[in-house]
């Protein structure tokens, strides 16, 4: 079942869906391992339901790149259930990679490799499309908490109705996170960072939760540094860390 947005029609997405020629390792983990831990847009009444045992919390990463975030978290919180999406098949066979540190090999012995009969990613399940499209099927209070971390700036003022955070994606945001719940964004880009500021002043379901310049500046205790992290970091711009408290 395909899911739309409020109005009915099936959102627009400006970004890239593939990449480059993905090579035999990766398709393999696409083909073969994803499917275990895909998730599909049918309602869902619990989050549990999405992982095989209840977690204690849950946490949810939308556009997750090439996934070193959510990999880097998931393999240190066990009792924590994340759901990633990405619409980049690229990243999304990187993330896959990841996940079991299968890289290149034998495709005879991959399915053996990575011990798909050993749950060995229990934790993870992956959304391969706009996130916009899973919206309707997660339940109200579901996540802990929410990371958006690097997203697409759109620049140019024309293009202002395309950032991800906008109106309409917080309403949804905000519907998602637990009270106590926090929406992480981090930026690097100096319109996205006015820009945001500017979105999260204006909405009453959110508190910014920063104290000090010290609580943006640097990331937070629980970080894994992103690709487009590192990029900024190597173009010579600051990222920032905004963490948004769900009143
Ligand atoms: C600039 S990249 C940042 C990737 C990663 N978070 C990082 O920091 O390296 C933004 C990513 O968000 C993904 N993205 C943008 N809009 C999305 C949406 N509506 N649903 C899912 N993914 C989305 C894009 O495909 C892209 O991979």
């Known amino acids: 079942m395909m899911m739309t947005n409020n109005q009915g029609a099936k959102p627009k997405f400006f970004g890239r869906r593939k990449g480059r020629v993905i090579h035999k390792a990766k398709s393999f983990l696409l083909e073969s391992f994803l499917p275990h831990i895909l998730l599909d847009d049918t309602p869902k009444k619990d989050i549990a339901e999405c992982f095989g045992a209840p977690k204690q919390r849950y946490c949810l990463e939308i556009g997750f790149g090439d996934g070193d975030h959510l990999a880097a ?5 066990h009792d924590t259930g994340f759901i990633g999406v990405e619409v980049y ?3 999304v066979a990187q993330l896959l990679s990841l996940l079991t540190g299968l890289k290149e090999g034998n495709a005879e012995d991959l399915a053996q490799e990575i011990g798909f009969a050993e ?6 399940r992956v959304f391969d499309d706009d996130v916009r499209l899973l919206f309707a ?4 209070a579901a996540f802990d908490k929410i990371y958006l971390l690097f997203p697409d700036p759109w620049p140019k003022t024309r293009h202002a109705e395309r950032r991800f955070i906008n109106p309409d994606n ?3 945001l905000a519907r998602l996170l637990k009270r106590g719940g926090i929406l992480q964004v981090a930026t690097d880009h100096p319109i996205y960072k006015r820009w945001t500021l500017e979105q999260m002043h204006a909405n009453p379901n959110f508190k910014w939760t920063a104290k000090c310049s010290d609580d943006w ?3 937070p205790a629980d970080w894994a540094e992103t690709k487009y992290q590192r990029k900024a970091l190597r173009e010579g711009r600051r990222p920032v860390f905004f963490e948004f408290e769900r009143l």
């Open 73 to 77: 978290l998931a393999k240190r919180e």
């Open 217 to 219: 500046r640097n990331p």
């Open 119 to 124: 749950g060995r990613v229990d934790n993870v």
């Open 170 to 172: 917080l309403k949804e």
């Open 89 to 91: 098949r690229n990243g």
């Open 137 to 140: 099927a997660l339940p109200d």
